[in-house]
């Protein structure tokens, strides 16, 4: 058979390849560091010849992963034996010996002994902060408490303890941060001025009544605080409900009224007296906002939007036939139809 179709030669191209070709998608993780193919084996014939053939279900790998291809750093392993070896496995120390956690695992048989998965137990460590030798020995479920300064907390008894907002807890947590720096307190970056007053996101979420995210993300793209939500109740001649429930009672598509309340920057009483009423947006008369100036036609100001909808055109039509006619050839040809 011709070496072409060998699955060794295609092991060896590519072991080749991830250590010598940058363009490789490997390379970073193998001749990028320093991994490199001994002399020897730029010979197919000598790779063969020191590796034999490879048993079925098997693949190469190396004895000490920080060292390159050669005959004494090599072997043929199975998949399970690759994965314990790998850079990116987490290692744990538990009574003074380091192993992967794998390997842990495995020999203490830490699934059927604590009644959780590998992936459960893992979480302890990786996520929740907890000691090897707490992770490896207590029972039962999993909770969502984290060991942080030799104490178990929640994310509520955390932010209680030391005087953090919660979503700004939840965010440290996140990361890879000791326990000094989770705990740390509310940083300038973390404080937001508004009019002059200085306050932490949940502050300003709890004087608004929205959600800390949301209050957040409106903080810092600078938007006013008073800029309405569709969850946000909105009061209008006494009533207060929510966008959604407007735009219900209105016959509106929520969206559309969202628009004009945010974007365009309509108040709820010029909505209503167009669409509800029916009467003209005469009275504006200036720009709410939009980056589309009103067009005075028949004496009367309306915005793009009012006229292609009074006259019965979608907005394509109407942006089309503006920049070939004037309003009243539009009007002509088209609104008196």
Not at 306 to 328: D, I
Request: aromatic content about 12%; charged content about 30%.
């Amino acid at each position: 058979m011709a070496k072409s179709k060998e699955k060794e030669y295609a092991v060896w191209i590519a072991m080749r390849q991830r250590c010598s070709n940058p363009r490789n998608q490997g390379y970073h993780n193998y001749g990028g560091r320093g991994i490199f193919v001994c002399a020897r084996w730029e010979s197919y014939d000598n790779f063969i010849s020191d590796m034999g053939y490879c048993p079925p279900g098997l693949t190469i790998e190396r004895i000490d992963n920080d060292k390159g291809y050669g005959p004494a750093n090599c072997k043929w392993a199975t998949r399970e034996e690759q994965s314990l070896n790998r850079r990116n496995t987490h290692k744990v120390t538990y009574h003074g010996v380091t192993k992967t956690f794998i390997e842990w695992v495995t020999e203490l048989d830490l699934e059927e002994t604590l009644g959780l998965s590998a992936h459960s137990i893992y979480c302890r460590i990786k996520s929740y902060k907890w000691p090897a030798d707490m992770a490896f020995t207590v029972k039962g479920k999993t909770v969502n408490q984290y060991f942080v300064k030799g104490e178990m907390h929640t994310v509520q008894s955390l932010c209680k303890k030391y005087n953090l907002p919660n979503g700004l807890l939840r965010q440290r947590l996140r990361g890879e941060l000791s326990d000094d720096e989770l705990v740390a307190p509310v940083a300038e970056v973390d404080l937001f001025t508004v009019d002059g007053v200085t306050k932490t996101a949940r502050e300003w979420a709890d004087s608004c009544g929205q959600s800390e995210p949301t209050t957040r993300k409106w903080l810092k793209a600078g938007k006013p605080l008073n800029t309405r939500s569709i969850r946000s109740d909105i009061t209008f001649k006494g009533k207060a409900q929510t966008l959604i429930n407007w735009a219900k009672e209105w016959n509106l598509d929520r969206k559309d009224l969202s628009r004009y309340l945010v974007k365009q920057e309509y108040t709820m009483q010029e909505i209503y007296d167009y669409f509800v009423l029916g009467l003209d947006w005469a009275p504006l008369g200036i720009t709410k906002g939009t980056t589309r100036e009103p067009i005075e036609f028949q004496g009367k100001r309306l915005y793009p939007t009012a006229w292609r909808e009074r006259w019965g055109l979608t907005s394509c039509q109407f942006s089309r036939l503006r920049k070939r006619l004037t309003m009243q050839e539009i009007f002509d040809g088209h609104a008196k139809k």
